[in-house]
């Protein structure tokens, strides 16, 4: 499966989630953090790299979901170091059914050699997955930490930067739209439109822009405001799926400043 095409399937999983209760949802893999009725059996888990895949496993959907917030770059409109911003996300089922949740990423630290230290949270009702990512100038991701509850302690799991057919090692993808510039952006302006979000009123360029997925004939459409005066520079947008009523849309809620790592990374 090639880049663009393990995006969208990522994106289809995280989709699956959102229109799910977390109640209901199948957890075969204890991602979301279950308490281990054996201390021994976590600490097992943890000793012989299980832990670890799991959570490289649920990285890979927060990468997509979170860092490419819309399928939008977190560097196309820089965050400037300890800043951050909180996305509220709603989705809609076929059935016209929604569920929300919350998302954050925040610029933590740069390091000489160009490295950057990201936050980066995922958080439907009632859980809550974070990870703090050190990722190259290419937001290639080189490792992750976390706190691994199980176990009562910070954990942290590699990446290996030339596995780019080993599933289990490789970092995850970037998102479909990963490679535009904002010389692409300028041409898939449609209008201007002035938008209140959480965060405040903003004057945007409302963008379309649309995928087609060969692998599954299926054609995807990103709506994006955008005002390069906010960070990041993304406030609002909507992904469709041609043929579907299903649709996941997001809102920027606040933007924040002063983030400190939360597991040690530096």
Known sequence: MNRKAFHFAIGALALSILLSSCSSLPDPLGLFGKKASDRLSAEAA?????????????????????????????????????????????????????????????????????????????????????????????????????????????????????????????????AAAGSMTRSDLAKLIKGKETITVGSGTYNTDRMEWTFTDQEEKTTYKYTWWVDAKVPGGLVKYLWTKEGSKQSLGGELYSINKGYKTKFSSF
Do not use: C
């Open 46 to 174: 943890s000793a012989t790299g299980l832990t670890g895949f799991n959570r490289k496993l649920m990285f890979n959907m927060v990468y997509a979901q979170v860092f490419f917030v819309g399928g939008f770059g977190a560097d196309l409109y820089a965050l400037e170091e300890t800043q951050g911003t909180i996305w509220r996300v709603e989705s809609r089922d076929e059935n016209g059914n929604v569920s929300k949740l919350e998302s954050e990423r925040a610029l933590l630290k740069k390091l000489p050699n160009g490295d950057q230290w990201w936050f980066l949270a995922w958080r439907p009702e009632g859980d809550a997955i974070e990870f703090e990512a050190l990722m190259t100038s290419a937001k290639d991701a080189k490792k992750i930490r976390y706190f691994n509850k199980d176990v009562n302690r910070v954990e942290e799991a590699v990446f290996d930067e030339t596995a780019k057919k080993d599933a289990q090692n490789a970092p995850p993808p970037d």
